[in-house]
Structure formats: C-alpha cells, structure tokens
C-alpha cells in the first residue's frame, strides 16, 4: 500500500492509486482524518466500518471493487484506526461524523457518491443523506442499528462503557499486549486487534459519545430517502437485528434487502455479496456519462 502526503484533492484523479490501495490525510478541524483510496474514476463508494473498528475491515471488498472500476474509500472516522482519538464524548457524536463524511467529499473533490459501511457506518450513511440528500447517489447499507435494537444495543453500549471506565488499568494491559501483536495480514482480524491497541480513555470517548444525539434519521426522514438502496441484514444478533434491516428495506421507497447468512459473510466468505454489491453498484451509474471508459482500474 502506498503512503502519501495528506495533501488536498490529493486521492482525486490520482494515477498512482492502484486496486493495492493508497494512504491519505485531511484535516478536519484542528484533528487529522485518515482514508484509503482504491482504485480510481468517477464511479466512487466511501464504505464507513462499525464502532470501534477502521479501515482494515473492508480493505479485501475495497480491492475486488476497485478491480471492476470503482474507485472505492476507505474513512477511519474521528477515535478510529488511524485517525486522531481525542478524549471528549461530545466529538463523537453520529451526526459529527456526518461533518466528518462530508469533508472527506469536499477533499475528494466530488459531487456525488454511493454512500455505504456496517453498523456504525451505515447509522452515519443515513444521518448523511438526510444531511445531504444531493451529494448521495446510492445506498449500500449493512447491519442497521434502528428501533428494535435500541434496547439491547443499550443493555450493551451502557455496562461496556461503565467497564471501560472503571477497568482502566486491566485494559490498558490489554492495549500494551496487542500492540506487539503483529498484523495478521486477514482485514478483519487486524481490524479488531487495532481496537484492542486503543487506550481505555479513547475508547470509553467513543462509547459514551455514540449514545449522545441522534444515531439514526426519524422514521419519517427514511422514508423521504429517495436514492436506490441495497440493504443487508442478517438475524445472528439483537443489535444489529434481521428486523431492523427489513424494516428499513420497506421504509425506503427504493430499497432490495438481502439476507446475510452470517455476520461475517462478507468479511470470510465474501463472493456472494461482493457480486451483489458489484452489480448493485452498475445499476447505480448506469445512466452517469462517463468522462473515461470504464475498465479496470489504474
């Protein structure tokens, strides 16, 4: 993966970033947000990961569909992967990481996206289109986190966030051991070790700062959504309930659900639902005119 300088418009039509993927900066504010870059044109997918994960999570559906002509990025939010991790709650609310997506937009240099991720990532797709409604061209949603889940996700969220506070220095024995954890090179797994690495204080900002504000638009503003949607779910768990997906499949005027066989299909066995996703993405911009040929990806 190459490493480049956080420069702006930097990732824009940049020939050096290949389907191996590219590192990247920008400034949000006086904190710095990092991204990856797959592939490259105009055809662009910003994939968001789940609560206290980052990037490493998607990177193998970020190179398969970079490979087919996507340019496909990859946003550590604020208190994620290599993002910066402040210690305040309040930074880490949904709808601050909805400012967050919209300056990576900005930095890119584009006017419209299919806006996609798991779990956190698509609570913060939704709260972006409402935000945005024109700069969204479609809709990739995994895993929603909505009414039904409300009360397990706080059974959860709250005693998690009470242990971190109060199990400070077990964790941070925790955070030095995966810290010399070398990296597996499998996506997902790196994705949860680098969590592990998170001192105890960033994490606990996180939790605590996701159970501030709104963490999904209103039953009414989803149903104004008017972009095509791809909606996946699956029933393995209460909070990321197969419920919750179905019900969001019927509230958006232009939505397919698919069902999921597990949580983890698309991380460890990916086909399927990369094929979905692929063929969703076609139908998305389809009638775009595009300024270059679509092939694959420089």
């Not at 709250?158 to 090179?185: E, N, Q």
């Not at 232009?254 to 597990?262: E, F, H, Q, V």
Request: charged share 20%; glycine share 8%.
């Amino acid at each position: 993966m190459q490493h480049n300088a956080p420069v702006s418009g930097a990732a824009e039509h940049d020939p050096r970033v290949s389907v191996d993927g590219a590192l990247y900066a920008l400034s949000y504010g006086q904190y710095r947000l990092a991204y990856e870059v797959y592939g490259s044109g105009d055809r662009v997918l910003v994939w968001l990961h789940g609560l206290l994960l980052d990037a490493n999570l998607s990177r193998g559906l970020a190179r398969t569909l970079a490979a087919q002509g996507n340019r496909v990025v990859l946003l550590d939010l604020l208190g994620h992967g290599r993002s910066d991790k402040p210690r305040h709650a309040g930074l880490h609310r949904m709808d601050l990481h909805v400012k967050q997506v919209l300056c990576l937009l900005d930095e890119l240099g584009v006017d419209q996206v299919v806006l996609g991720g798991v779990s956190l990532g698509t609570n913060v797709s939704l709260l972006t289109t409402v935000e945005a409604p024109q700069r969204v061209r479609g809709l990739i949603l995994e895993m929603p986190v909505l009414e039904w889940a409300a009360p397990a996700a706080a059974l959860v969220f709250l005693p998690l966030l009470l242990g971190v506070h109060y199990t400070r220095a077990a964790l941070r024995l925790v955070s030095r051991a995966a810290s010399r954890l070398p990296l597996s090179g499998f996506g997902p797994l790196d994705s949860f070790i680098s969590a592990a690495k998170s001192d105890p204080d960033e994490i606990a900002a996180v939790l605590h700062g996701v159970l501030l504000g709104p963490i999904a638009p209103t039953i009414e503003q989803r149903r104004a959504i008017t972009a095509p949607t791809l909606v996946l779910g699956h029933g393995i768990d209460l909070i990321h309930s197969y419920t919750d997906a179905a019900s969001l499949a019927r509230q958006l005027p232009d939505a397919r659900l698919i069902r999921t066989r597990t949580f983890a299909e698309l991380w460890v066995r990916p086909a399927r639902l990369t094929a979905e996703i692929s063929e969703f993405l076609d139908h998305v911009w389809a009638d775009v005119e595009q300024e270059e040929p679509r092939g694959e990806a420089m």
